[in-house]
């Protein structure tokens, strides 16, 4: 039973590129949230995808969007990277259980630097 | 604003002992509970999740919520140095936009030493 994976596990990247990270949910999962964590830090809420629609937005800015495919598979995009976005970005899966969520499920996470 | 509030530590304490992390949370319509582990460069897991007020148990691991008090924490028994790691307290609320969406603590570092 494949849980969450993510791709890739390493990325640096200058100030002002654009990334795309990608995460496939734990089989059985509907739901997929990013979350960033900073060095020293709890992970951050970015976005939550459910049905390829954007359910819920954390406290960031539109430079971060995402996308939700037909199997259920995500992806972070990040424009106009700073120096702040250096972090680590996980994908956690879960599956809609009526009006509740199972508990979350991380990947590996993807290590952004930002030079 | 949603917060979860841990102390970042270091816990330490001597293998074999109970090791007792805390969290507090501020929304008190939150629902779930969850503790997770997050050793050094690596992704949190899921060690236990509770729903109702009381004790869940679970091997070497005890869950206990007071929600009258907001508060929820984790007890590990005859603990291990393979313990040692960084517990993350998060707490569920159901949004308005009708989502699921757990906010985390900063997280406590635990070392257990030999």
């Known amino acids: 039973d494949a849980g969450v994976t993510q791709s890739p596990t390493h990325l640096i990247k200058t100030r002002g590129q654009q990334v795309t990270l990608r995460c496939s949910p734990k089989s059985g999962h509907d739901t997929v949230s990013w979350y960033q964590q900073a060095l020293g830090q709890g992970p951050q809420f970015i976005f939550q995808y459910y049905e390829e629609e954007e359910r819920q937005r954390g406290n960031f800015p539109d430079r971060f969007s995402g996308h939700q495919f037909p199997n259920y598979s995500s992806e972070l995009n990040v424009n106009a990277l700073l120096l702040g976005d250096s972090a680590l970005y996980l994908c956690?899966?879960?599956?809609?259980?009526?009006?509740?969520?199972?508990?979350?499920?991380f990947g590996n996470g993807t290590r952004l630097t930002v030079t | 604003q949603k917060e979860v509030e841990q102390n970042s530590g270091p816990l330490s304490v001597p293998e074999g002992a109970i090791a007792s992390l805390n969290c507090t949370y501020s929304?008190?319509?939150?629902?779930?509970f969850f503790w997770y582990r997050q050793y050094s460069g690596k992704s949190p897991e899921l060690i236990m999740f509770i729903y109702s007020n009381g004790d869940k148990e679970d091997g070497r691991f005890t869950a206990q919520l007071n929600k009258a008090s907001q508060y929820v924490s984790l007890l590990i028994r005859d603990s291990q140095p393979s313990d040692s790691a960084t517990y993350l307290c998060a707490v569920g609320v159901f949004s308005s936009g009708g989502s699921y969406i757990p906010t985390f603590g900063r997280g406590t570092s635990l070392i257990v030493h030999p």
């Open positions: 929304d008190r319509g939150s629902q779930s």
């Open positions: 956690a899966s879960s599956h809609k259980q009526g009006i509740e969520n199972s508990p979350l499920h």
